[in-house]
């Protein structure tokens, strides 16, 4: 086995002894309504959670725990917990409010929650002189300390030490302590949770930390590892392309039953964005080269001869399809030698188009008459459609042959029911020998 061979299987075997936290259901409630990046509202689930008396039913389960290995505070004993209140946005004067507060008759712990808000002025030193018996708790993604523009008094001298504020994670501290939980928690409890993980992984890239960190171990085990990681760097950016490029070639093989059916005929003129052009080699440079394979749809006809509507398999960073609109004849750009795409899809053009396609699907957007992910949808859950920027885990298991064929054969068949059915065309396969006469 050589070096690199070695090494990828190393990382490969480390990286996977990772955790991953599956819902029972792959709808996820902080995800839809968009709560992960928002400071209250995952500060409320978490106050919900250490509230001995909340929803969960779990009684000082949270409480206790998180005292104990996140705050390495050992000094409650249960029945101080039983008694222990937890105070949302705890309001210290009319324009400073501590996001979460653990509070009893012995204690007094403000905790300041960020996830992408910036500080403000004093914040720390104005939350600390609640404290009583407590350091002030600093939540961030990272466990990042606060700026002396936080510890500084407003319009005094004082000035917070950090050795008087305790930063802790979203990333490390409250996940790990909440992974710990997981196997002793009932439904629909433990669910909820990981609903919860997998928000925090998501503002925190939590997993995707851990997998770095993992990875810049093997590689400093040795100066043969660290060479051999640097060689597979060199390479990864063009393994990446050649992916896109085996993808579409699977694709263009999996439509050919679908050009006669529904009159389509694979465009080899313009090569409009084609992603057999070299120009795609700098897909990972810029923002997108997007990459695709154009169909003509044949029998669509426009007032303006040079239009032609076409049916587009494109991955602008996630792979989607849908039917453009295209002008033979326009001023080229973008380098381009014959033609440009139409970005203004007027109300003229819809009726027109609507006349090949049913007009219910037509929602125009730049040169778009429709679109959507190979769901079916125009939105998705992050491992039904793959993301050749982020590479998620759906475009890396493309990697698999078999697996890449089983994604495009279920793919077509997705774009065939939500699209392509909705062309008003004739399957060319049909003879006119093959129709029955009517009385």
Same mark, same amino acid.
């Given at each position: 086995?050589? &070096?690199?061979?070695?090494?990828?299987?190393?990382?490969?075997?480390?990286?996977?002894?990772?955790?991953?936290?599956?819902?029972?259901?792959?709808?996820?409630?902080?995800?839809?309504?968009?709560?992960?990046?928002?400071?209250?509202?995952?500060?409320?689930?978490? =106050?919900?959670?250490?509230? %001995?008396?909340?929803?969960?039913?779990?009684?000082? #389960?949270?409480?206790?725990?998180?005292?104990?290995?996140?705050?390495?505070?050992?000094?409650?004993?249960?029945?101080?917990?039983?008694?222990?209140?937890?105070?949302?946005?705890?309001?210290?004067?009319?324009?400073?409010?501590?996001?979460?507060?653990?509070?009893?008759?012995?204690?007094?712990?403000?905790?300041?929650?960020?996830?992408?808000?910036?500080?403000?002025?004093?914040?720390?030193?104005?939350?600390?002189?609640?404290?009583?018996?407590?350091?002030?708790?600093?939540? !961030? $993604?990272?466990? *990042?300390?606060?700026?002396?523009?936080?510890?500084?008094?407003?319009?005094?001298?004082?000035?917070?030490?950090?050795?008087?504020?305790?930063?802790?994670?979203?990333?490390? *501290?409250?996940?790990?302590?909440?992974? $710990?939980?997981?196997?002793?928690? %009932?439904?629909?409890?433990?669910?909820?949770?990981?609903?919860?993980?997998?928000?925090?992984?998501?503002?925190?890239?939590?997993?995707?930390?851990?997998?770095?960190?993992?990875?810049?171990?093997?590689?400093?085990?040795? %100066? *043969?590892?660290?060479?051999?990681?640097?060689?597979?760097?060199?390479?990864?950016?063009?393994? /990446?392309?050649?992916?896109?490029? #085996?993808?579409?070639? *699977?694709?263009?093989?999996?439509?050919?039953?679908?050009?006669?059916?529904?009159?389509?005929?694979?465009? &080899?003129?313009?090569?409009?964005?084609?992603?057999?052009? +070299?120009?795609?080699? $700098?897909?990972?440079?810029?923002?997108? !080269?997007?990459?695709?394979?154009?169909?003509?749809?044949?029998?669509?006809?426009?007032?303006?001869?040079?239009?032609?509507?076409?049916?587009?398999?494109?991955?602008?960073?996630?792979?989607?399809?849908?039917?453009?609109?295209?002008?033979?004849?326009?001023?080229?750009?973008?380098?381009?030698?014959?033609?440009?795409?139409?970005?203004?899809?007027?109300?003229?053009?819809?009726?027109? =188009?609507?006349?090949?396609?049913?007009?219910?699907?037509?929602? %125009?957007?730049?040169?778009?008459?429709?679109?959507?992910?190979?769901?079916?949808?125009?939105?998705?859950?992050?491992?039904?459609?793959?993301?050749?920027? =982020?590479?998620?885990?759906?475009?890396?298991?493309?990697?698999? +042959?078999? /697996?890449?064929?089983?994604?495009?054969?279920? =793919?077509?068949?997705?774009?065939?029911?939500?699209?392509?059915?909705?062309?008003?065309?004739?399957?060319? &396969?049909?003879?006119?020998?093959?129709?029955? +006469?009517?009385?």
């Amino acid at each position: 086995m050589s &070096t690199t061979e070695e090494l990828l299987k190393k990382i490969c075997d480390t990286t996977q002894s990772i955790p991953v936290y599956h819902s029972k259901t792959s709808y996820n409630l902080f995800q839809t309504l968009e709560i992960s990046g928002k400071e209250v509202l995952m500060c409320r689930f978490l =106050a919900d959670l250490l509230n %001995p008396e909340g929803s969960h039913g779990c009684g000082i #389960l949270f409480l206790k725990t998180f005292l104990e290995e996140v705050l390495q505070e050992k000094r409650m004993p249960d029945s101080l917990l039983t008694h222990t209140i937890i105070i949302k946005e705890y309001v210290i004067d009319k324009e400073r409010r501590i996001d979460l507060v653990i509070q009893n008759v012995d204690f007094f712990i403000p905790m300041e929650v960020k996830i992408y808000a910036g500080e403000q002025e004093g914040q720390c030193f104005d939350y600390f002189e609640k404290a009583k018996n407590s350091k002030l708790v600093y939540l !961030t $993604r990272f466990g *990042d300390q606060p700026s002396l523009y936080s510890r500084r008094q407003r319009g005094g001298s004082g000035i917070l030490p950090i050795g008087q504020i305790q930063c802790i994670s979203w990333s490390e *501290d409250i996940s790990g302590w909440l992974e $710990r939980r997981l196997d002793s928690l %009932p439904q629909p409890i433990e669910g909820a949770v990981i609903q919860y993980l997998n928000a925090i992984h998501r503002v925190s890239d939590g997993r995707k930390r851990m997998k770095m960190e993992k990875t810049m171990e093997v590689l400093h085990e040795s %100066p *043969d590892y660290f060479a051999a990681g640097l060689e597979i760097e060199r390479v990864m950016k063009q393994a /990446k392309i050649k992916l896109i490029r #085996l993808l579409f070639d *699977d694709f263009k093989e999996a439509m050919e039953p679908l050009t006669k059916k529904y009159g389509l005929e694979l465009e &080899t003129d313009a090569k409009y964005y084609s992603y057999e052009n +070299p120009k795609h080699d $700098r897909f990972y440079d810029c923002y997108s !080269t997007y990459p695709g394979l154009n169909y003509v749809v044949k029998q669509a006809s426009f007032q303006k001869k040079s239009l032609q509507m076409w049916f587009r398999i494109e991955i602008e960073q996630n792979l989607f399809a849908g039917f453009s609109l295209f002008d033979t004849e326009a001023e080229p750009q973008d380098g381009y030698l014959k033609g440009y795409q139409v970005n203004d899809i007027t109300e003229d053009l819809i009726n027109e =188009a609507s006349k090949y396609l049913d007009r219910e699907i037509i929602v %125009p957007e730049n040169w778009w008459f429709a679109w959507n992910y190979s769901n079916g949808k125009r939105s998705y859950q992050e491992q039904e459609v793959p993301d050749f920027k =982020a590479m998620n885990e759906c475009a890396v298991s493309l990697v698999d +042959p078999e /697996k890449r064929k089983c994604y495009v054969k279920e =793919a077509v068949a997705g774009f065939e029911q939500s699209l392509l059915a909705k062309l008003h065309v004739q399957d060319e &396969t049909i003879s006119i020998f093959d129709i029955s +006469p009517t009385t």
